[in-house]
């Protein structure tokens, strides 16, 4: 039978364990999924499925009608969340998939408390994703906050080639790792992330308020780490592609220092999703246009795109921000 590429299924919550203070790993188990890559993303219903048998009751104008159901009782997520994949795992009798979450609303609530044997209605894979550095180039990876997890999913895919990774957060706390030894205050890349280090790839961690590592943004950390660090280590770190998901304003500003020195640099946008396949049209952006005699917008230079058919992953010499 050919290969769905993508698709509506039922699985079941595996584990559920906190990260940090607001994070959390979903690992959910499914017996079959389609081929996915870093950079793709899944839309998860974030409340039961099941919303019960219909009730037929009396009701009388001017007087509160009965509630049978919980979706009338209490607030609830009625549409999809999207998240980035964190990792995939092919073992026997099925697969395995990472969600990586920090609890911000209903929906993300709901799942922290999800318990092992809880179902999850899943649609995807979904979007594009990231492509490889050439084979005799080196990686950049540059993850803020909730933008971590697709660095962790692409650095397994990359895993013992040459490369550095980037996290920023606030402060140490909400960093959604396991921490193996203290970071470099001055972005040196050391093995600090356990993630990173088990796919052979050293770290720079950087905190708003310097709790962890370096102090600052983490978009100075990469800055100094391009001027100060990289050429001592040109010889293994050649043609460095840079890749970046995280706060609109840290990738942008990422795409900046990668574009200022010649480097390309593949952006994971952040949108809000009420679909995830296109539909609705919620996730628009701007990006250049190669003729603007062609449609759409013909005689702009310019046009919207969606993130969710056409992205989320885009050269980051495209994007209008």
């Not at 052979?200 to 950087?206: K, L, M, Q, W, Y």
């Not at 952040?270 to 190669?290: H, L, P, Y």
């Amino acid at each position: 039978m050919p290969t769905r590429s993508r698709g509506l299924f039922t699985a079941t919550v595996a584990a559920n364990r906190p990260l940090c203070r607001e994070h959390f790993s979903l690992i959910l188990a499914l017996p079959e999924f389609p081929p996915t890559a870093a950079g793709q993303f899944v839309q998860l219903m974030c409340s039961e499925a099941d919303a019960g048998d219909l009730v037929d009751t009396e009701w009388n104008p001017g007087e509160k009608p009965p509630v049978f159901c919980d979706e009338l009782a209490k607030p609830q997520a009625v549409l999809r969340r999207p998240f980035s994949l964190a990792g995939r795992k092919d073992v026997a009798g099925g697969v395995e998939l990472e969600i990586i979450h920090r609890v911000v609303g209903i929906g993300t609530q709901w799942l922290s408390e999800l318990k092992i044997g809880d179902e999850v209605g899943v649609l995807g894979p979904l979007g594009n994703q990231f492509t490889p550095p050439p084979a005799d180039g080196s990686a950049i990876f540059v993850g803020g906050g909730v933008g971590i997890p697709p660095m962790l999913y692409l650095a397994d895919q990359w895993a013992n080639q040459p490369a550095v990774a980037f996290a920023g957060a606030l402060t140490r706390d909400l960093l959604p790792m396991r921490l193996t030894q203290a970071a470099s205050a001055s972005a040196e890349p050391l093995a600090c992330v356990g993630e990173f280090a088990d796919c052979g790839i050293e770290s720079v961690i950087a905190t708003d308020d310097g709790s962890e590592g370096y102090r600052g943004y983490v978009t100075a950390a990469l800055e100094m780490y391009l001027d100060q660090h990289l050429p001592k280590r040109a010889a293994r770190f050649r043609k460095p592609t840079i890749y970046t998901c995280g706060p609109e304003l840290m990738m942008k500003r990422v795409a900046a220092i990668a574009l200022e020195r010649g480097l390309p640099c593949q952006v994971a946008v952040e949108r809000a999703m009420a679909c995830g396949m296109g539909t609705c049209q919620s996730c628009c952006i701007r990006v250049k246009k190669a003729d603007a005699s062609l449609p759409p917008l013909v005689g702009q230079d310019w046009c919207y795109r969606l993130a969710c058919t056409d992205g989320p992953v885009f050269q980051a010499a495209d994007l209008l921000w």
